[in-house]
């Protein structure tokens, strides 16, 4: 593969900047011009930010395409034998696995047959509940193969949070795996999808793909296993499989994602400009080179996984390597030892990873290599500046840029970012715009800031391929959530700062939404979940500043019998949350209260807790507001 379109220094950067935005249509059919199209666009763009249906966004409106066929099939002639995905498990001691790109076509034919075989078609929604396994990857696109729309749920969300997104996709089949292994721990994970489908109606079939070989219940006429629907498609000769014709503005998949309201949002990305957008991301941000073997460390369960180890990768023809794992298992080398055994040249991780291992010291990296690295990346949430230093000494000894991606899931892809080799680096600054991405700072009335040396709350004001379309069943809830608080512009939620050369720094979310060790999770959420707990009558929850977790989770808690054993009610808390939700989300500290700062009108002044919650105890602002302000007295004595 080339990259006619990839940026090798910063005059040919700023020139694609300028072209993208004076004529943003021919900017990106330039470069949609090098994928494989079943039939070519009538128009690049059509698009509305306001009005009642808003958001209206149509990137190359009238092709038609499939997107395994640029990740896959269009490989075949040239790279047939380039390894696609390199697999790398989670015991040191089991064999990685290797799939150039004609080994994962296969499998994904057959297992898009097998899909067939059990009844899904085009537009049918699937939901994918599995460990960082080979078999994750290939189901993903052999839904896309077929034109089904993929929901991935993360493994770490509880029964009751997969049930939630089954039901509101209305998904009729479940592709899940007996167990994951994780660490020393082997997770269940099909039982924990027998607890789920306990609540929806709609799916039909489950596959179950056998990973640990731990028991699992299987249900007559509806769960069957992977490798035996395997063997019946190989015994039907069913060894390819067509790629669906698909409209270049149907949905690819859905992935939930948390807000600040209590229910995760399925954000909806499409097929045409979501590749295209992806493929052209990677290939610049990382300055990925042919052959070259690239490492992202996130989980295909988040949007990292879906843009940065599946589509993008693959439809560049690169190399993309899955770990099974966690960085600390077998101990705290694990990431570098890959990298010393692939030669891995590109390694993007995230910040809590980062600050984790470094918390482990440096006896851990001294005898590793670490030769082959050429490029580091960060991602998920800001990157503080030690944390900088120590990845950019100690792994990339000083000779690899870091590029510190600031994106989202609504995003699609990387909006924010230095290009590496090109952009001059600042630590914790995500640096430059990318082609085509249009930033906008605004200010408390809701004006935009011109010029540089400014903060505020970022929105972008004109649409690119790879941004989310609708959130699932409720077109007027994307409105709401992105594209109200500014009219005219996407919100993302994000604040930030613009220094003196232009350089964005983003500072972290503005609304109720938590980055715990880079999981996104909405307080209204953990609130909820909570308060679903027998003995509590109303909770508050705030972020606090934690060494590994970048944000911990702080709970203030108003119970109703308060003569029990305090910390046994602590504990049945937290097995609350992870019920509801999952065990991302249980709080790292719970405070019982008499009472919340509330206004007279009955609104939390969550500030105040923030405050409390961040170990500030003298400047908690005007508190003469509030319903009775002798409660946040005996909230600050009696802080954990
Ligand atoms: O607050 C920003 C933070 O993560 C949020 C998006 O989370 P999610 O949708 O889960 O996607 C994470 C992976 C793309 C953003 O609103 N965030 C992400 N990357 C960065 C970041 N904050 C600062 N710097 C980043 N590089």
Redesign the pocket.
């Known amino acids: 593969m080339s990259y006619p379109y990839q940026i090798k220094s910063l005059d040919e950067y700023h020139d694609a900047y300028k072209k993208s935005i004076s004529d943003p249509a021919k900017f990106w059919a330039a470069i949609a011009e090098n994928f494989l199209w079943k039939k070519k666009w009538n128009n690049v763009l059509s698009w509305n930010f306001t009005g009642e249906n808003a958001p209206q966004i149509k990137w190359f409106e009238g092709a038609k395409l499939n997107i395994t066929e640029n990740c896959l099939d269009r490989h075949l002639k040239d790279s047939a034998d380039v390894p696609a995905l390199i697999w790398e498990p989670n015991d040191p001691k089991e064999n990685s696995v290797t799939l150039t790109y004609k080994q994962l076509h296969e499998k994904v034919c057959a297992f898009a047959n097998v899909l067939k075989n059990n009844g899904v078609k085009k537009g049918d929604r699937i939901c994918i509940y599995m460990g960082m396994i080979p078999e994750l990857a290939i189901a993903v696109l052999s839904c896309a193969r077929i034109g089904a729309i993929h929901s991935v749920v993360f493994g770490g969300f509880s029964a009751q949070s997969i049930a939630d997104r089954i039901n509101d996709a209305a998904c009729n089949l479940v592709i899940t795996c007996d167990g994951a292994h994780r660490g020393a721990k082997a997770i269940p994970l099909k039982p924990i999808i027998d607890d789920a489908l306990l609540q929806c109606t709609s799916v039909k079939k489950v596959i179950v793909y056998s990973r640990t070989h731990t028991p699992v219940a299987m249900m007559k006429d509806r769960d069957v296993w992977w490798e035996d629907e395997i063997k019946k498609v190989e015994a039907q000769g069913k060894t390819d499989c067509p790629a669906e014709e698909m409209d270049a503005e149907d949905p690819l998949f859905i992935l939930y994602?948390s807000g600040s309201t209590g229910k995760p949002k399925g954000v909806v990305h499409t097929t045409a400009g979501y590749m295209i957008y992806t493929t052209y991301t990677f290939v610049n941000v990382f300055n990925y080179q042919p052959d070259e073997i690239y490492f992202c460390t996130a989980d295909i369960g988040?949007?990292?996984g879906h843009s940065y180890i599946v589509y993008g990768p693959l439809a560049a023809g690169a190399t993309s390597m899955m770990f099974e794992g966690i960085p600390t298992y077998p101990d705290a080398g694990r990431f570098w030892d890959i990298t010393d055994k692939f030669k891995v040249n590109i390694l993007y991780t995230a910040p809590t990873a980062i600050r984790a291992l470094m918390a482990h010291g440096l006896d851990f990296v001294k005898d590793k290599k670490l030769d082959s690295l050429r490029v580091l990346g960060?991602?998920?949430?800001?990157?503080n500046e030690e944390a900088w230093q120590w990845f950019y000494k100690n792994i990339g000894k000083e000779k690899c840029p870091i590029v510190?991606?600031?994106?989202?899931?609504?995003t699609g892809g990387i909006l924010i970012s230095a290009i590496a080799g090109v952009t001059k680096l600042k630590p914790s600054y995500?640096t430059l715009p990318l082609p085509g991405i249009q930033p906008a700072i605004m200010d408390e009335k809701g004006n935009e800031i011109s010029g540089n040396d400014v903060s505020g709350n970022l929105c972008i004001k004109f649409p690119w391929p790879g941004m989310l379309r609708t959130t699932w069943g409720d077109h007027e809830r994307c409105r709401k959530t992105y594209f109200d608080a500014y009219p005219g512009y996407y919100f993302?939620?994000?604040g930030c700062l613009r220094d003196e050369n232009g350089y964005y720094r983003?500072t972290?979310?503005v609304d109720d939404v938590l980055?715990v060790s880079?999981h996104?999770i909405g307080t209204a959420e953990v609130e909820n979940a909570i308060n679903k707990h027998t003995n509590v009558v109303e909770s508050a929850v705030v972020g606090f500043p934690h060494d590994i977790k970048g944000q911990g989770i702080y709970a203030f808690v108003i119970t109703e019998k308060q003569n029990g054993d305090a910390e046994l009610t602590k504990k049945d808390i937290l097995e609350t949350v992870t019920r509801i939700i999952g065990p991302i989300a249980k709080p790292d500290k719970i405070q019982f209260v008499k009472g919340l700062p509330k206004t007279r009108s009955g609104k939390i002044m969550r500030r105040i807790l923030r405050k409390i919650a961040e170990g500030e105890t003298e400047n908690l602002g005007d508190i003469s507001t509030l319903l009775d302000p002798a409660v946040v007295e005996e909230i600050k004595r009696e802080k954990v």
Request: aromatic share 12%; hydrophobic share 30%.
């Open positions: 994602t988040w949007v990292t960060s991602v998920g949430e800001p990157i510190d991606t600031w994106w989202q899931t609504e995500a993302t939620g994000d983003i972290g979310r980055n880079g996104r």
